[in-house]
């Protein structure tokens, strides 16, 4: 079975947890001891139902506040597919933990409360989705039982929502659902109160949709994580690169290039944890050995001739600022891209974006917390890379405080 990775976006009170609740509770994905303990809880807070957000929220400040603060992940699967689900904040001040759970995404939910329709966090996580590269969106139009289930006030939301996402470049597949997570219209099964919808259910949507045409199979990149000589009669001589494909197919007898010496050589073999392969593509993590003897250690990418990737010490991106600590002018900090880390200094602020808006802020002199902009970078040595919109894998990257070891920014190359 494939796996997909999918996070929930909105507004507080939107019901992004619930609808996660829902989703596993209505698939008979909740172990017997889960089903008991939010009995339990909901009845000492005196629901009238069992309050399927605890699911997910699980810190006790969450619970009290019935808000989501960090981003909880969920494994469920049904006979057509594996999931992984990142449940997301709503809070603007949140908006690097939304970052962070979208970033490995291929799919977005964003909910819609159908009383208030298109709103500014709402457009702020699709902005947020279309930066992540997102390509599928699913609008959850939910609470429609609070609005008699009316048409009219839904076909109003994605007429409002097509006009917004039109300024959007990345949002190519747009799906629009009425649901009601409370009562699980339109969720697991199709609803007998909205028979004007014609579309398919949530989770059927989610079983179905096409995603494995998104990862760069053209473009070959294998970044060295670790070079393997086991220390064997067996193994005497092996010498092999491991690590993960990050794109494109690599096979025996291709002519391949080192980076950062850019000595040539050939694929002699190719192994997973147990056997030989024919071939490997992305995201396989693989060990590969090659016809010739030349020096490749971690953080050195090997690539194929007929698609090379950029090589330069001033690079341009966007940034999502995670620290509390608001950017320093000149501040020198550890970048970590693939397996490779070098220095970097921020030598310019482009501009920010108002996240509410799309504005451009220009004539800034420094980031605060959860604030995203376009800058640029100066690096030690010379990076190898794609752009983010061509590879999410070798077109990432995270600045690190080298004093304090803190995550203080994740970065899109443009």
């Known amino acids: 079975m494939d796996l997909l990775r999918f996070t929930t976006a909105g507004s507080v009170d939107d019901g992004k947890s619930t609808l996660i609740g829902r989703l596993l509770y209505d698939s008979k994905s909740i172990f017997e001891d889960q089903l008991e303990a939010m009995e339990t809880s909901s009845a000492k807070k005196g629901d009238e139902n069992i309050n399927l957000a605890l699911l997910t929220d699980g810190l006790k400040a969450e619970r009290e506040q019935g808000i989501t603060i960090d981003v909880a992940y969920r494994y469920f699967a049904t006979p057509k597919r594996k999931f992984i689900i990142a449940d997301t904040p709503g809070h603007i001040q ?19 409360d159908a009383r208030h ?36 006030t839904y076909n109003s939301i994605v007429q409002n929502y097509k006009e917004f996402s039109s300024r959007l470049s990345n949002l ?17 099964d199709k609803s007998e109160n909205m028979d004007w919808y014609g579309g398919s259910s949530l989770l059927y949507h989610l079983e179905n949709v096409h995603v494995n045409s998104e990862e760069n199979h053209v473009d070959a990149r294998f970044p060295v994580q670790w070079v393997t000589r086991p220390q064997s009669e067996k193994w005497h001589d092996f010498r092999g690169y491991s690590g993960r494909v990050a794109g494109g197919v690599f096979k025996p007898g291709d002519t391949v290039i080192a980076y950062p010496s850019g000595f040539k050589t050939t694929i002699d073999k190719i192994y997973n944890a147990t056997d030989e392969l024919e071939k490997a593509f992305s995201p396989q993590s693989i060990t590969m050995t090659l016809k010739d003897e030349i020096d490749i250690s971690r953080g050195d990418m090997i690539v194929k001739e007929n698609s090379l990737p950029r090589i330069e010490q001033n690079l341009e991106a966007m940034v999502c600022w995670f620290s509390d600590r608001p950017t320093q002018p000149r501040t020198k900090l550890i970048l970590r891209h693939t397996t490779q880390e070098v220095q970097a200094l921020i030598t310019d602020f482009k501009y920010q974006v108002d996240v509410n808006t799309l504005h451009k802020i220009e004539n800034i002199d420094g980031l605060e917390m959860n604030q995203i902009a376009r800058i640029s970078l100066r690096t030690s040595k010379p990076l190898f890379y794609d752009s983010y919109r061509k590879n999410r894998t070798t077109g990432s990257f995270v600045l690190i405080d080298p004093n304090t070891n803190e995550t203080v920014a994740a970065g899109m190359l443009k």
Do not use: C, W
């Open 117 to 152: 329709g298109v709103i500014e966090q709402t457009k702020r996580h699709s902005f947020i989705a279309d930066l992540l590269r997102i390509q599928h969106v699913v609008v959850a139009v939910n609470k429609m039982d609070l609005v008699d289930y009316s048409e009219e």
């Open 94 to 112: 949140y908006t690097r933990n939304m970052v962070t759970g979208a970033s490995t995404a291929n799919l977005a939910i964003i909910l819609v």
């Open 172 to 188: 190519v597949d747009i799906t629009f659902i009425p649901i009601s997570a409370l009562n699980g219209d339109n969720v697991v």
